[in-house]
C-alpha cells in the first residue's frame, strides 16, 4: 500500500537552530516526492519536488530509497518559516494524484 | 491572473441535506483534483479530471459523492444526504501539464464543510 507517515504532529525550535521535518513513505515504484506548505490564513502550495533537487527558502529534501524517507531541513529556522508541512507522493505514475502525510506544524520561536 | 477559486468557502448543512461545492481552476489548466482534508489529518485525494474526463474516482467514499466537469472547466462536488462524517475541508486543485514528470498543483483556499 502506498502511504506517507510524518511521525511529529508538532515541531518546535528556536530561530536559528536547525530543522529537520521527518517523513516516510511506503511505495513499491520509483516514487515522485513533494513538500507542500501551508501558512497562516494561506493555502496549500508546493515548496519542493525531489526531481528539481532545489533548495527553496534554505529548505532542502533528500530522497534517500534505503531508508525510504524525504526528510526537509533547514539549516537555520526563521520566525516565517512558522507553518503546517506536508508530505506528500504521487504513486499514479505521474497524473498528480497526491498521498499526503499527516502534516507537521513547524513552530519558530524568536 | 486569478487563482484556483471555490464556493462557497463555507457551508454549514443539516443531516441528510444535499450541497454542492463549486471549483473554478486556472484558466487552461487541464487537470483537476479535488481532495478531502478532516480536521488535524492531510488531504486525501477524491477524483481527478482530465478536462471533462474523470479519469479517476477511487477516492470517494461513498456512492453520495458525485462530481462532474461538464465543459473541462469548471467542476462541481456534490454530496447526496450529508452525514457527520462529510464535515471536512475540500480543497480543489488544478495543474496544466508540461511535459515534464510532475506537474504543480495549484490550490484553491477550500470549503469548510459542517454537517450538524
Known amino acids: 500500500a502506498q502511504r506517507v507517515t510524518q511521525p511529529e504532529k508538532l515541531l518546535s525550535v528556536f530561530k536559528g537552530a536547525p530543522v529537520e521535518l521527518k517523513c516516510n513513505y511506503s511505495y513499491s515504484g520509483s516514487p515522485e516526492l513533494f513538500w507542500y506548505v501551508q501558512y497562516s490564513r494561506q493555502r496549500l502550495q508546493l515548496l519542493l519536488r525531489?526531481?528539481s533537487r532545489e533548495s527553496i527558502k534554505g529548505f532542502t529534501a533528500d530522497l534517500n530509497k534505503g531508508e525510504t524517507s524525504f526528510h526537509l531541513k533547514k539549516p537555520f529556522a526563521q520566525e516565517e518559516d512558522s507553518a503546517m508541512y506536508y508530505c506528500a507522493l504521487d504513486g499514479s505514475g505521474n497524473t498528480g494524484k497526491l498521498i499526503f502525510g499527516q502534516g507537521t506544524t513547524l513552530q519558530v520561536k524568536p | 491572473g486569478a487563482g484556483v477559486s471555490q464556493s462557497p468557502r463555507y457551508k454549514v448543512a443539516k443531516r441528510g441535506q444535499d450541497v454542492a461545492l463549486r471549483c473554478d481552476p486556472i484558466?487552461?489548466?487541464?487537470?483537476l483534483f479535488w481532495y478531502q482534508q478532516a480536521l488535524g489529518q492531510g488531504p486525501e485525494f477524491l477524483t481527478y479530471?482530465?478536462?471533462?474526463?474523470?479519469?479517476?474516482k477511487s477516492g470517494l467514499p461513498s456512492d453520495r459523492f458525485f462530481a462532474e466537469r461538464p465543459e473541462g472547466s469548471v467542476s462541481t462536488l456534490k454530496i447526496q444526504r450529508t452525514q457527520q462524517e462529510d464535515s471536512a475541508v475540500y480543497l480543489c486543485a488544478s495543474s496544466f501539464p508540461s511535459g515534464t514528470s510532475y506537474n504543480e498543483q495549484f490550490f484553491g483556499p477550500g470549503t469548510r464543510l459542517t454537517v450538524l
Open positions: 525531489h526531481i
Open positions: 479530471f482530465q478536462n471533462e474526463a474523470q479519469l479517476d
Open positions: 484558466s487552461g489548466h487541464v487537470s
